[in-house]
């Protein structure tokens, strides 16, 4: 039973631990290597895969208070706070990177937060780019609501970076690697932490900038004290720039759903699919390995 003014996140009924899922795709088996897919997509249809891990302590920790956090036009962390919001009854402000934004019309992701009783407010870009500095994000919070429970872009902070632990420790001993996309990477920073000493996570960022490494090892840090599991990046797969897809990559996607009958979300997963096909095929895995791919998002409706 929660306490008073803190959300009973049991209500929501997740499905955890989330289905580890085998696949038999003949460009893994050719070279001797399993494929599964560790499908946190199914964890719950509103608050999918990593989002419900990052999310579900950073609710507890607002204890009733509203939620302010940041995004983009299109953040996946947006709607999903958006949606946890309207489940639990909790009020949500999104701070949304593009002040030329207000005046046009609400694109289906914004749309959406919006439906879901979320509060935007854009920000303009400069000033977007500062808010994690105290005057700055002062500013913001009266803005938006100066009481507010502030959740950084992406979800990523201690508690979130706690609640993925989990994730790993969920997998320990099912698979020799653990591949997962990476967009703040805090997502690989907790599932590094819950995995084995003998298992290898593996992160493949979606962005370009080669500045993650740093990031995981601060929060990390935050987190945990300091490092923890053994865990690399391949930045070799970001296919440009944050949520470009190309005809090669979407036709990769498409390629896998027809085979295999999973969605397979674009921004993320499609990226990291596609970079396991090509590590597998330069035997970046040795034969007999078993590689989990987490698949940490679903293709949305608009």
């Not at 959300?7 to 795709?25: A, M, Y």
């Not at 099912?174 to 590094?192: E, F, H, K, Q, Y």
């Not at 949520?243 to 990769?252: H, I, K, N, V």
Request: charged content about 25%; aromatic content about 6%.
């Amino acid at each position: 039973m929660s306490s008073p003014g803190v959300p009973d996140l049991t209500t929501l009924r997740p499905r955890l631990p989330s289905p580890l899922q085998e696949v038999e795709d003949e460009r893994f088996t050719r070279r001797g290597v399993q494929l599964l897919l560790k499908r946190d997509d199914l964890i719950h249809p509103d608050l999918v895969g990593n989002k419900w891990r990052k999310l579900a302590p950073n609710l507890t920790a607002a204890a009733g208070r509203p939620i302010l956090t940041f995004g983009g036009a299109y953040s996946n962390h947006l709607r999903a706070t958006a949606a946890a919001g309207r489940l639990l009854g909790l009020p949500t402000i999104g701070l949304v990177r593009g002040q030329e934004l207000a005046d046009r019309p609400l694109n289906p992701s914004l749309a959406r937060c919006s439906a879901d009783g979320m509060r935007l407010h854009f920000v303009d870009r400069s000033a977007y780019r500062r808010k994690t500095e105290p005057k700055t994000l002062s500013a913001l919070l009266a803005a938006g609501a100066t009481d507010a429970y502030v959740v950084p872009e992406g979800g990523s902070n201690n508690l979130a970076v706690q609640g993925c632990r989990a994730l790993g420790e969920e997998l320990s001993g099912r698979a020799d690697v653990v591949a997962i996309a990476c967009g703040t990477g805090g997502t690989l920073a907790g599932l590094a932490a819950g995995l084995s000493p003998d298992q290898r996570a593996l992160g493949v960022p979606v962005l370009r900038g080669g500045f993650l490494t740093a990031d995981i090892r601060a929060l990390q840090h935050q987190a945990f004290g300091g490092p923890r599991g053994d865990w690399q990046l391949d930045d070799r797969f970001h296919f440009g720039r944050y949520a470009r897809t190309t005809p090669e990559l979407e036709a990769f996607a498409e390629d896998f759903e027809e085979r295999h009958g999973v969605p397979v979300e674009r921004v993320y997963v499609a990226k990291l699919l596609y970079g396991l096909v090509v590590l597998t095929d330069e035997g970046a895995f040795p034969r007999g390995s078993t590689v989990a791919a987490v698949v940490t998002g679903t293709r949305q409706e608009a």
